[in-house]
T-cell receptor, first 114, second 118 residues
Framework: QQQVKQSPQSLIVQKGGISIINCAYE??????FPWYQQFPGKGPALLIA?????SEKKEGRFTISFNKSAKQFSLHIMDSQPGDSATYFC?????????????FGSGTRLSIRP | EAGVAQSPRYKIIEKRQSVAFWCNPI?????LYWYQQILGQGPKLLIQ????????DSQLPKDRFSAERLKGVDSTLKIQPAKLEDSAVYLC????????????????FGPGTRLTVL
C-alpha cells in the first residue's frame, strides 16, 4: 500500500521533444508528491512537488499533472534538452507524528538525444 | 548554505568486515535520514532521526546495521558484519521539519557513499 509504481524504466527522447514519466500510488494518506532528479555520482535533488488537491503544477519546462481519482501523476518535460539527461524518481510523502517520510519510485533513466 | 556532507565517498571492503559512514546535515535541520540505494533502484529509507531520537527504523536490518545521531547533529551508520548484498550507495539527507499546507518539507541529499562488498 505504500508503494509508488513508476514507468517507464528508461526513456530516450529527441532534443526539443516532450519527456513523459508516469507514476501510480495506492495510499490516499500521502500529502505531497515530489519529483527528484539524480545525476550520476550525485544525490537526488528536488525538482518539483505537488499536493493531491492540485491538478497541475508548472515550473519552467517541468509540469506535474495529477489525477486524484485515478491515483496517478506524471512529469512532463517540455523542450527536452541534453542537460535533462538524468534519472528521475517520483515519490510520495507521508506525514506522521512530528515527522514525514517519502517513498520513492524505482526511477526512470532519461536520455535526450542531441 | 553548505549542503549535506558525507564521507567517505567510496569504500571497498570484504564480506564479514565492518564499515562506518559519516554524515553532517545542513545546519538547523532537525530531521536526518539514511537511505540505501541499490544500483538501478530508488532510495530506500533505512532510518530517520528527529533531533537525536529515532522516528522510524522499521526497514533497518538491526542484526547488522546500527546508526546514531550524537547531540542531534552529525550521524554515523555502521554495518557489521557486511554481506555482499549490502553493496549500494548510502545516502544521507536532512530536512527542516514537517510539510505545511503551503510548502513541501524538502529533503536535501548528500552525494552518498558508494560501498562495494567483495
Amino acid at each position: 500500500q505504500q508503494q509508488v509504481k513508476q514507468s517507464p524504466q528508461s526513456l530516450i527522447v529527441q532534443k526539443g521533444g516532450i519527456s513523459i514519466i508516469n507514476c501510480a500510488y495506492e495510499n490516499t494518506a500521502f500529502d505531497y508528491f515530489p519529483w527528484y532528479q539524480q545525476f550520476p555520482g550525485k544525490g537526488p535533488a528536488l525538482l518539483i512537488a505537488i499536493r493531491p488537491d492540485v491538478s497541475e503544477k508548472k515550473e519552467g519546462r517541468f509540469t506535474i499533472s495529477f489525477n486524484k481519482s485515478a491515483k496517478q501523476f506524471s512529469l512532463h518535460i517540455m523542450d527536452s534538452q541534453p542537460g535533462d539527461s538524468a534519472t528521475y524518481f517520483c515519490a510520495a510523502s507521508l506525514a506522521y507524528s512530528s515527522a514525514s517520510k517519502i517513498i520513492f519510485g524505482s526511477g526512470t533513466r532519461l536520455s535526450i538525444r542531441p | 548554505e553548505a549542503g549535506v556532507a558525507q564521507s567517505p565517498r567510496y569504500k571497498i571492503i570484504e564480506k564479514r568486515q565492518s564499515v562506518a559512514f559519516w554524515c553532517n546535515p545542513i545546519s538547523g535541520h532537525a530531521t536526518l535520514y539514511w537511505y540505501q540505494q541499490i544500483l538501478g533502484q530508488g532510495p530506500k529509507l533505512l532510518i530517520q532521526f528527529q533531533n537525536n531520537g529515532v522516528v522510524d527504523d522499521s526497514q533497518l536490518p538491526k542484526d547488522r546495521f546500527s546508526a546514531e545521531r550524537l547531540k542531534g547533529v552529525d550521524s554515523t551508520l555502521k554495518i557489521q558484519p557486511a554481506k555482499l548484498e549490502d553493496s549500494a550507495v548510502y545516502l544521507c539527507a536532512s530536512s527542516r521539519g514537517l510539510a505545511t499546507l503551503s510548502s513541501y518539507n524538502e529533503q536535501f541529499f548528500g552525494p552518498g557513499t558508494r560501498l562495494t562488498v567483495l
